[in-house]
Antibody, heavy 123, light 107 residues
Framework: QLQLQESGSGLVKPSQTLSLTCVVS??????????WSWIRQPPGKGLEYIGFIYHSGSTYYNPSLKSRVTMSVDVSKNQFSLNLTSVTAADTAEYFCARTLRAPAAPDAFDIWGRGTMVTVSS | DLQMTQSPSFLSASVGDRVTITCRAS??????LNWYQRTPGEAPKFLIY???SLQSGVPSRFSGAGSGTDFTLTISSLQREDFATYYC?????????FGQGTKLEIK
């Protein structure tokens, strides 16, 4: 059974870079028909889509974050990563990684999620 | 961005009740609407895709309906494990967007 697990720094100082990794276990990140996404939820607010990456390295970023986001993939380690630069308190959120379906019957739905990791931006 | 609005934000119900949550899109999204369940401390769970298709393993008491801009998630007979927060998500266009959530609480 495929599982996702987020890890990374839980506390980041303002203006610094937030870095998270999502390890995929129980399946391959190179499986056809999927991309790999990041989603976040600030405390008391709704879910915000950050973007996705394919195992090939192709990416899509939400325009609202595009100037600060970089995603990467390491197929040898079966994991993908998120970097968010120049963080502020507004980036404080629970961050989730999720597998994204690319199937015609269920396009762009998130079928498997990690449990999430809380990142706080504070000095 | 395409806005998704859920109602109600909070819903109080009892075990055995039938409940319906509504999700409205700011413009036509055809059938490209998905639903998720979130329980604190757990990974969000994928329930329904493209409006009405039940994800494998999801109990049949969950159902979805709608098209265009108006969609519903119905739970026919609430079980204790259903008390959680539910989110809709449009997959019609990027950036994908979510509703603000409906928290379903035990009465």
């Amino acid at each position: 059974q495929l599982q996702l697990q987020e890890s990374g720094s839980g506390l980041v100082k303002p203006s610094q870079t937030l870095s998270l990794t999502c390890v995929v276990s129980g399946g391959s990140i190179t499986s056809a028909g999927y991309s790999w996404s990041w989603i976040r939820q600030p405390p008391g607010k709704g879910l915000e889509y950050i973007g996705f990456i394919y195992h090939s390295g192709s990416t899509y970023y939400n325009p609202s974050l595009k100037s600060r986001v970089t995603m990467s993939v390491d197929v040898s380690k079966n994991q993908f990563s998120l970097n968010l630069t120049s963080v502020t308190a507004a980036d404080t959120a629970e961050y989730f990684c999720a597998r994204t379906l690319r199937a015609p019957a269920a396009p762009d739905a998130f079928d498997i999620w990690g449990r999430g990791t809380m990142v706080t931006v504070s000095s | 961005d395409l806005q998704m609005t859920q109602s109600p934000s909070f819903l109080s119900a009892s075990v055995g009740d039938r409940v319906t949550i509504t999700c409205r899109a700011s413009r036509n999204i055809s059938k490209y609407l998905n639903w998720y369940q979130r329980t604190p401390g757990e990974a969000p769970k994928f329930l329904i895709y493209t409006t009405s298709s039940l994800q494998s393993g999801v109990p049949s008491r969950f159902s979805g309906a709608g098209s265009g801009t108006d969609f519903t998630l119905t739970i026919s007979s609430l079980q204790r494990e259903d008390f959680a927060t539910y989110y809709c998500q449009q997959s019609y266009t990027t950036p994908y967007t979510f509703g603000q959530g409906t928290k379903l609480e035990i009465k």
